[in-house]
């Protein structure tokens, strides 16, 4: 199959694109402006392949992207590309709505224009998969789930954009018949995550031996999933979701953010047993505005529509995680470079 998938140089769009070309031999076209947050060095392992394509362009960029569907005729869309991290939406809405809402767009059309030229056979295998977050439902009251009913009412600029995202995914369908499907996925957390985020960076901190700066009370609570497990959910959604559903993938792991610390710390007493306990380097800070207090998934529907479960154990695939972030420097540490410390976005106190 020739899939398309934008935002392939990111976290999850590059442990994506390595499931279908390595693990399932697809042809795919990783889509990409390589923004702050790509790093083409995660699709290296496929450089000499030639199921894989990289493109650099900007899908807000409505010739690019049609030039991009004309040259490689896709049997499939995969939507990943997006300004992902929340608290650079609160400091620059704008990019925001840039590229999830208008790039989203830009993307619908181009797959429409394509699909509509298509013979029925292939119109009828083609899909749009839109790939999004959890965050469009808001906070959660203490032992609630979301399920695929849950009401959108996002909070922050990038949930905001995220979710008109998705109702413009969903428009389409509904207005021109696209064969969409929509994800909302919670937390990831995995190889190759940017250092801006709450895992890999405190990852890096305690590597370090900086501070390990935790949000309010730290007791704000997130669903974690293993991003090969989210990979895995998204294709077993393409090849057998239901055109115009939306289905929620989650890693049935709920924990608050000051246990995933403490395990992240007892991951690396464990694997760098000599000093003081990891533990000392936690530290509170002020927290973020609007910070969500709960997002849980019920990923039942997706379990019981597409086959899909999640596989790996929290505690246990954090660890790996942890592992592989000690045997990737190279990865890493351009990227580093004392640049995403967390200083820049008031994260890390200085000492
Ligand atoms: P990421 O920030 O790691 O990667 C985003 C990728 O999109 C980067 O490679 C970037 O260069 C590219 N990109 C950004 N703007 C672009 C543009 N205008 N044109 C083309 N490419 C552009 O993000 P991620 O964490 O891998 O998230 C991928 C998708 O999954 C996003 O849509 C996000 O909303 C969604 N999601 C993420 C999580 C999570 O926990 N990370 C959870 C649920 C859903």
């Not at 469009?136 to 990038?158: C, H, I, K, M, N």
Request: glycine share 8%; aromatic share 8%; proline share 6%.
């Amino acid at each position: 199959m020739r899939i398309l998938v934008t935002g392939g140089c990111g976290f999850i769009g590059s442990a994506l694109v390595l499931h279908l070309v390595r693990d399932l031999g697809h042809d795919v076209l990783t889509l990409d402006a390589l923004t702050y947050a790509a790093n083409p060095v995660s699709l290296d392992s496929l450089a000499e392949d030639s199921r894989h394509r990289l493109v650099e362009a900007d899908i807000c960029d409505a010739d690019a992207v049609r030039a991009a569907f004309a040259d490689f005729a896709p049997e499939a869309v995969m939507h990943l590309a997006a300004e992902s991290h929340v608290d650079r939406s609160i400091t620059d809405p704008g990019a925001f709505i840039q590229t999830n809402v208008i790039g989203t767009q830009v993307m619908l059309d181009a797959a429409r224009g394509h699909y509509e030229a298509l013979p029925a056979e292939a119109k009828a295998r083609f899909r749009f998969l839109h790939v999004s977050t959890d965050e469009v439902y808001g906070s959660l009251p203490p032992d609630a789930f979301f399920t695929e009913g849950s009401r959108y009412d996002p909070r922050s600029p990038y949930s905001a954009s995220k979710a008109a995202s998705d109702h413009l995914a969903r428009a389409w369908h509904e207005t021109y018949g696209l064969p969409v499907l929509v994800t909302n996925c919670s937390n990831n957390y995995g190889p190759r995550h940017f250092p801006e985020k709450l895992i890999p960076l405190m990852i890096l901190n305690a590597l370090e031996g900086r501070k390990l700066p935790v949000y309010g009370d730290g007791l704000n609570e997130r669903d974690w999933i293993h991003v090969e497990d989210h990979a895995r959910g998204l294709v077993a959604v393409l090849e057998r979701g239901r055109v115009g559903e939306t289905y929620l993938l989650g890693g049935r792991a709920v924990r608050n953010n000051l246990a995933v610390v403490k395990a992240l710390c007892a991951a690396f007493d464990r694997l760098r047993p000599e000093g003081a306990p990891h533990e000392n380097l936690i530290s509170f800070v002020a927290d973020r505005p609007g910070h969500d207090r709960r997002y849980a998934i019920d990923p039942s529907k997706a379990q019981a529509e597409v086959g899909w479960a999640p596989s790996k154990t929290f505690e246990q695939a954090l660890e790996e995680t942890v592992r592989w972030y000690l045997d990737n420097e190279a990865w890493w540490r351009p990227i580093r470079e004392g640049r995403y410390t967390g200083e820049r976005l008031g994260l890390a106190p200085s000492e």
